[in-house]
Each structure stands twice: as C-alpha cells, then as structure tokens.
C-alpha cells in the first residue's frame, strides 16, 4: 500500500503535459542519451531555496550546494550543526541501465541520508525521488538547470 502511494505521489509529481505521457521506452532512450556529463552543471530545486553544483567525483557524479536562502541555512544548522554551502547534497550517483541514476541524498534538515534515484526528464529538468527512515519518509522533487 505505502509503495502505490509513494507510485501515486511521484506520478502527480510530474509536469502536466499536453499529450499523453511518453511511453518508458521513449524516456528511457532519452534518459539514456544524457550521460554524465548530461546532468553536470548548476541546478535550482523547486521552490529557488538551494543551488546546486553537480560534476563528476571520481567515477560518480556529485553535487554541492553553492548557494542558499537563509532560511535554508538555518534549518541544515539546526538538523545536523553544520553549513548548507560546500555540503554535498548528491554523492555516489552511478547511471544504471535503463539511464537513470543511483546514489544518496543527504536531507541536512534531519541529518540523514537517503537512497535517491534521478532522472533527467530533459536537459534542464530532473526529478529526484529518495526515502530514508527504511521508507517511511519519502520525497520526490524537481530540479531545474540554470542558465
């Protein structure tokens, strides 16, 4: 039951499209189309509270926060005492087979990590989708690139 309300959450996560959604092989080929270098660069979360820088680390892909409403701030250093700028928000992301990601998130607000799973919708959207506490806090996400 959590796992179709977590499905239902993340479907009415998507944008609205005119059409139909496109079929999994069609996103699945485009997905697969962005290597890593598809999603470096700098991204903004939903509501324009955190920027993040994601590059290669190594043989994964990472990303640091850059920037941050006060606000933002304020609530990593109550959840885990520490600065939101410089922390790696994405570490460990591989490309799996079918284009999307694996990897961690850390949610500073409760200092915890999360597996997360991102795909990149198109060049300048992702959705990122994690849970932590073994599944009971779920959450999925849209970043956009900036330009």
């Given at each position: 039951?959590?796992?179709?309300?977590?499905?239902?959450?993340?479907?009415?996560?998507?944008?609205?499209?005119?059409?139909?959604?496109?079929?999994?092989?069609?996103?699945?080929?485009?997905?697969?189309?962005?290597?890593?270098?598809?999603?470096?660069?700098?991204?903004?979360?939903?509501?324009?509270?955190?920027?993040?820088?994601?590059?290669?680390?190594?043989?994964?892909?990472?990303?640091?926060?850059?920037?941050?409403?006060?606000?933002?701030?304020?609530?990593?250093?109550?959840?885990?005492?520490?600065?939101l700028i410089g922390?790696?928000?994405?570490?460990?992301?591989?490309?799996?087979?079918?284009g999307s990601w694996?990897?961690?998130?850390?949610?500073?607000?409760i200092n915890a990590?999360?597996?997360?799973?991102?795909?990149?919708?198109?060049?300048?959207?992702?959705?990122?989708?994690?849970?932590?506490?073994?599944?009971?806090?779920?959450?999925?996400?849209?970043?956009?690139?900036?330009?």
């Amino acid at each position: 039951m959590r796992k179709a309300l977590f499905l239902l959450a993340v479907a009415l996560a998507l944008p609205a499209a005119a059409d139909a959604p496109p079929e999994p092989a069609a996103v699945s080929a485009a997905v697969t189309a962005n290597v890593s270098h598809g999603l470096e660069g700098q991204w903004r979360n939903t509501r324009n509270t955190v920027h993040l820088h994601v590059s290669e680390c190594g043989e994964s892909i990472c990303g640091k926060v850059i920037w941050a409403v006060p606000q933002a701030r304020e609530d990593a250093r109550r959840g885990s005492g520490q600065d939101l700028i410089g922390r790696s928000l994405f570490r460990d992301f591989q490309q799996t087979d079918d284009g999307s990601w694996r990897g961690k998130v850390y949610i500073p607000d409760i200092n915890a990590n999360a597996s997360a799973k991102i795909v990149q919708l198109d060049h300048d959207t992702m959705l990122v989708s994690g849970c932590a506490m073994f599944g009971l806090a779920c959450k999925t996400q849209h970043w956009w690139r900036m330009k």
